[in-house]
């Protein structure tokens, strides 16, 4: 068992007495609901893993059969975030749906200008989990963003029966069952769960990298309750995915001051107040790490943090700022651990903040790498291929 300290200049303390947990668990209710004919509760399916929540509930992870929840700003800012995720599915030779009727959470008009309503925010949701349950595939939500959104609007629905009226309607209008599934699942806690399979098949040896972690808000501070905690990691005071990850890899785990502030995206900000929001994520986070743990990679797991930390570093290189640290998903550190290939699969040049003394330290060669990924491309605009394959992504 691995057990990373808390130092005194990061610590937090939170209870995790079940008993005083500031919310119950809302799957008696949910379930009570469908015995009502108030929804259809779509059952997380078999093979799953339990692991532990914030205040002791058990939450199942399906292993496959899960219907993948794209975040749009994964696919169109860093798209090697997502591209992992399947290539682990692949990789593990699971059964998975990657769906093309999929529509966008909406979350920012929730959190970032509230242009919406609360019916129109739990339609889409809805709309989403029916169009999984009509497939046969559990949803698995890529973006932390939609994940908390998701929770919120499965916690109003349970307690606020005009919505539910308001958002069945709007589900018979479209021919869409009214579904909520067992369990709201993000990708990283899938990763989490896999973590010792992934470890197994481990080929990149990471025994000599030193990581911080962002842990991302939208996962652990709203509906917190859901977050997964483990004792080995921080004696379950922070949320365990992404440590629990890394540590099994045998990266270096080191801590910092500034762990539970946001990465400086914050939704309004970064559209009203874009020089804050870099100036926030170069200052309050990426110095910190710099001078408290000095770190060769920042790992988080949600859209927008991986987007700001990776991205603001530019502006605070113009001022001399001390930057220069890249920033990679959970899903991307645990493909390339697995020899996933850094430019066909991880997508490492869409990133902003130079990686390549990170992949020489762990003995690849970028410069290789990238001469063959630049060759697939070759073949690409001549015409030869229309795409590259997923064997070409070998």
């Keep these: 068992m691995i057990h990373l300290p808390v130092s005194k200049a990061s610590e937090r303390i939170f209870k995790t007495d079940p008993d005083n947990a500031p919310t119950h668990d809302l799957r008696d209710e949910i379930f009570q609901l469908e015995k009502e004919g108030e929804w259809i509760v779509q059952r997380v399916p078999e ?3 339990e692991v532990q929540t914030k205040y002791g509930r058990m939450k199942k992870i399906p292993v496959e059969k899960t219907w993948h929840h794209k975040s749009c700003g994964q696919c169109g800012h860093i798209p090697g975030y ?73 916690h109003a629905l349970v307690h606020q029966p005009e919505l539910r009226r308001k958002v069945r309607d709007i589900m018979k209008r479209l021919g869409k069952p009214f579904v909520i599934p067992e369990e709201i699942v993000h990708y990283s806690e899938w990763v989490y769960a896999m973590r010792d399979r992934i470890a197994e098949k481990q080929v990149i040896d990471m025994s000599n990298i030193a990581a911080t ?4 808000c939208h996962y652990h501070k709203l509906i917190e309750e859901d977050a997964i905690y483990s004792e080995e990691i921080y004696g379950a005071q922070r949320s365990a995915i992404i440590s629990g990850v890394l540590t099994k890899l045998g990266i270096d785990v080191r801590d910092y001051s500034t762990w539970f502030d946001c990465c400086g995206f914050g939704f309004r900000h970064i559209l009203v107040s874009r020089d804050f929001s870099r100036s926030f994520s ?5 110095e910190v790490m710099k001078e408290e743990a000095n770190p060769d990679i920042v790992v988080t797991h949600d ?3 991986v987007t700001t930390l990776d991205q603001s570093q530019f502006a605070g290189e113009a001022h001399d700022r001390k930057v220069g640290i890249p920033v ?11 020899g996933a290939h850094p430019y066909k699969v991880l997508q490492l040049h869409w990133h902003n903040t130079n990686n390549k003394p990170f ?24 015409g030869e291929k229309e795409y590259m394959t997923w064997d070409d992504a070998k």
Aim: glycine letters at 4%; a negative charge; one cysteine or more.
């Design 303 to 305: 859209t927008g943090c």
């Design 328 to 338: 990679m998903s959970d899903s991307q550190m645990a493909a390339l651990a697995m």
């Design 213 to 216: 972690v962002h842990p991302a």
């Design 359 to 382: 992949l020489e330290k762990l003995g690849i060669d970028y410069e290789k790498k990238w001469a063959e990924f630049q060759a697939e491309c070759d073949k690409i605009k001549s």
């Design 47 to 49: 093979p799953y893993i």
């Design 282 to 286: 170069v200052q309050r986070k990426i």
């Design 82 to 154: 997502s591209t992992s995720i399947f290539w682990l599915n692949r990789e593990f030779g699971l059964d998975y749906h990657d769906p093309t009727d999929q529509t966008s959470c909406t979350a920012w008009n929730y959190y970032a200008s509230a242009t919406s309503n609360p019916e129109a925010q739990a339609a889409v949701a809805i709309r989403n989990f029916a169009s999984a349950y009509e497939t046969g595939y559990f949803p698995l939500i890529h973006c932390g963003t939609s994940f908390g959104h998701y929770k919120e609007v499965r």
